[in-house]
């Protein structure tokens, strides 16, 4: 957006500036530091969490109280624009501001987040439960998303001038206005459920702005040195023990005869989760 012409700001928490600067876009920074917030007591918690269900549960109590604490600077940020681009995380709260300030928006998920009967919600990290489970399983984690947000709407809507609604309305009436949203992976890995509602469209993966920039040394020399190796990337994906995730992920590679590189992000998680994972394995 900012190559074809367009004043760009980025919001978010704080520690990102940098990356916003160096990409030439303007920056508002929100009152939340998620490193903090995974080494508190409830970060801690999170990690611990073995199951998609009880990992979702603590996801949603931490981010109900995040929420209450970004509302004003997202209105505050959303006051100077001409269109808003929300991700997933802050949907609900971002469309009820766009709603208040009358502005054009759409959102920008990078999983699948719609329900659809096709396969369960990949934040449950469960596989198939059917079509009917599938689809209520969808349906029953878009609402848990609607809740994170319970405290924060009724407030921001009524400074904002619009009516009370309760959560349930506030998600079917963005499914009956058709909100446009992108999601930001290929088709090839995950196709378009051929159940979802016009204007929810795959868009391809949106690669970074540095892109182009050339491969360090070392990874293109592994690179060349044999057959296209395997990337296994978790994302910000939590595990209570990441060790054993990684040595599982080798040995499941190990076993297929294929290669892999092992490549520790730097990123705001990177203490307590496997951000990306491209393992090495020096055949």
């Given amino acids: ?16 500036e940098p990356l916003a600067a160096r990409a030439g876009l303007g920056f508002h920074a929100l009152p939340v530091d998620p490193r903090a917030e995974l080494e508190s007591s409830r970060g801690r918690a999170l990690h611990r969490s073995t199951t998609g269900v009880g990992k979702l549960a603590r996801v949603v109590s931490m981010a109900r109280a995040l929420a209450v604490e970004m509302a004003d600077d997202l209105v505050a940020a959303a006051r100077s624009s001409d269109a808003l681009l929300l991700s997933g995380s802050v949907a609900p709260l971002g469309h009820a501001v ?19 009967r096709e396969f369960a919600p990949p934040m449950l990290g469960t596989g198939s439960w059917g079509a009917l489970g599938n689809r209520v399983a969808g349906l029953g984690l878009n609402l848990a998303v609607e809740q994170v947000f319970s405290a924060a709407l009724p407030p921001m809507r009524a400074r904002l001038g619009l009516p009370p609604v309760g959560t349930a309305t506030a998600l079917r009436t963005r499914e009956r206005q058709g909100w446009p949203v992108l999601h930001g992976f290929s088709p090839r890995v995950v196709a378009r459920p051929r159940d979802w509602r016009r204007g929810l469209d795959v868009a391809g993966y949106w690669w970074p702005y540095d892109g182009d920039a050339p491969l360090p ?6 690179l060349t040195a044999g057959p296209p190796p395997v990337f296994v990337g978790l994302g910000s994906a939590t595990v209570p023990d990441p060790a054993r995730v990684s040595a599982e992920i080798v040995r499941a590679l190990r076993r297929a005869g294929l290669r892999g590189e092992r490549h520790r992000t730097a990123g705001p998680f990177d203490a307590a989760q496997i951000d990306a994972a491209l393992l090495r394995l020096r055949a």
Avoid at 1 to 16: D, N
Avoid at 99 to 115: I, K, V, Y
Avoid at 217 to 222: I, S, V
């Fill in 1 to 16: 957006l900012a190559r074809a012409g367009h004043e760009v700001t980025l919001v978010t928490h704080g520690r990102f």
């Fill in 98 to 116: 766009a709603e208040g300030l009358r502005l054009p928006s759409l959102g920008l998920n990078l999983q699948p987040l719609a329900a659809t």
């Fill in 217 to 222: 040394d070392e990874l293109r020399t592994f």
